[in-house]
């Protein structure tokens, strides 16, 4: 695999028609942080999850319960923990030396958890629950992504997560509020 490529392309929109005219003739992989318009490209374009943007929904469900449901193995702590635990497989399969060990590993190892993971998912979407809007936008997020995420497990080359991306626009992001009065993009 070649250089990470970084790109940050501004636009004053969030259109999907800016993305679809951005991305035409483009083929291959694109990991993103699960925004709709990615879902409309070309069927040339495999779209691949965010698995921090899944864990981050149900980190914030968990730090909404009572310090001591906290520790409990229901609901948002559980979902965490499937995300926590498919992080740390990831951070293994890192270590591996060539393409080939890395998307071995995944097979093996991470897709039975992943499965498991959106089977639990699936399950609690149907069923009641009392913990919560953001606990029950995280299922619907982990449901929504199910297939851009397990898009991860067909090239050993692919990342679990868009931080590299998240931290190339960092400085946008944060810089956002002190132009937020700026006379014009430029």
């Given at each position: 695999?070649?250089?990470?490529?970084r790109?940050?392309?501004?636009?004053?929109?969030?259109?999907?028609?800016?993305?679809?005219?951005?991305?035409?003739?483009?083929?291959?992989?694109?990991?993103?942080?699960?925004?709709?318009?990615?879902?409309?490209?070309?069927?040339?374009?495999?779209?691949?999850?965010?698995?921090?943007?899944?864990?981050r929904?149900?980190?914030?469900?968990?730090?909404?319960?009572?310090?001591?449901?906290?520790k409990?193995?229901?609901?948002?702590?559980?979902?965490?923990?499937?995300?926590?635990?498919?992080?740390?497989?990831?951070?293994?399969?890192?270590?591996?030396?060539?393409?080939?060990?890395?998307?071995?590993?995944?097979?093996?190892?991470?897709k039975?958890?992943?499965?498991?993971?959106?089977?639990?998912?699936?399950?609690?979407?149907?069923?009641?629950?009392?913990?919560?809007?953001?606990?029950?936008?995280?299922?619907?997020?982990?449901?929504?992504?199910?297939?851009?995420?397990?898009?991860?497990l067909?090239?050993?080359?692919?990342?679990?997560?868009?931080?590299?991306?998240?931290?190339?626009?960092?400085?946008?992001?944060?810089?956002?509020?002190?132009?937020?009065?700026?006379?014009?993009?430029?």
């Open positions: 695999s070649g250089p990470v490529i790109q940050y392309v501004y636009h004053e929109t969030r259109k999907k028609e800016v993305v679809l005219n951005y991305l035409k003739g483009y083929e291959g992989y694109l990991q993103s942080d699960g925004y709709s318009a990615y879902h409309c490209l070309s069927p040339k374009i495999i779209e691949v999850g965010c698995m921090a943007h899944v864990r929904k149900y980190y914030d469900a968990v730090m909404l319960l009572p310090e001591n449901a906290r409990s193995k229901a609901g948002p702590v559980t979902g965490l923990e499937y995300c926590n635990k498919l992080i740390a497989l990831d951070q293994e399969r890192k270590k591996l030396g060539t393409v080939e060990e890395r998307k071995e590993f995944k097979e093996k190892k991470m039975p958890v992943m499965k498991k993971f959106f089977d639990w998912a699936e399950k609690e979407c149907l069923s009641p629950c009392s913990d919560g809007k953001k606990y029950r936008d995280a299922l619907k997020y982990t449901t929504s992504q199910k297939e851009y995420l397990n898009n991860y067909l090239d050993g080359r692919l990342e679990f997560t868009n931080n590299i991306a998240e931290r190339a626009i960092r400085p946008f992001v944060l810089g956002r509020k002190n132009w937020l009065f700026s006379g014009s993009p430029r």
